[in-house]
């Protein structure tokens, strides 16, 4: 499955850095508590498909206009007690995350069209 190949990326290269997980990539969220990049990842990889841009800034703004605005946290105002707290690993890992994405997404098309890899 697609999504899957995103996720292990994003376990390999952040859950063991993140500050809600040990060093080993164990998540460490409260009992109820779904990390916010699983739970909005199908949302983090069309929103980051659809953003063709040199600037990062491009990227945060999308993300926080279709997968923030989804999430319990945010409000009307957009803004975030969690963003501010620095509780949120999407805002914590943003730059992480549009690496990872924009990877997976290349490499699963030169997977599928090997004559046309760089």
């Keep these: 499955m697609e999504l899957q190949q995103y996720w292990q990326a994003i376990q390999e290269k952040i859950c063991h850095r993140c500050l809600d997980g ?12 779904e990390c916010t990049l699983n739970s909005f990842l199908p949302q983090m990889v069309v929103t980051l498909a659809n953003v063709q841009s040199n600037s990062m800034d491009a990227y ?24 501010d707290d620095l509780e949120c690993a999407l805002d914590r890992y943003y730059p992480l995350i549009v690496e990872i994405v924009e990877t997976v997404r290349e490499t699963m098309a030169n997977d599928e069209h090997p004559s046309q890899s760089h």
Excluded at 60 to 83: E, F, N, P, T, Y
């Design 60 to 83: 945060v703004s999308a993300l926080r206009r279709h997968v923030c605005i989804l999430c319990d946290h945010q409000r009307a105002d957009m803004a975030c007690r969690k963003r």
């Design 22 to 33: 040990d060093p080993n990539g164990v998540c460490r969220l409260p009992a109820g508590e």
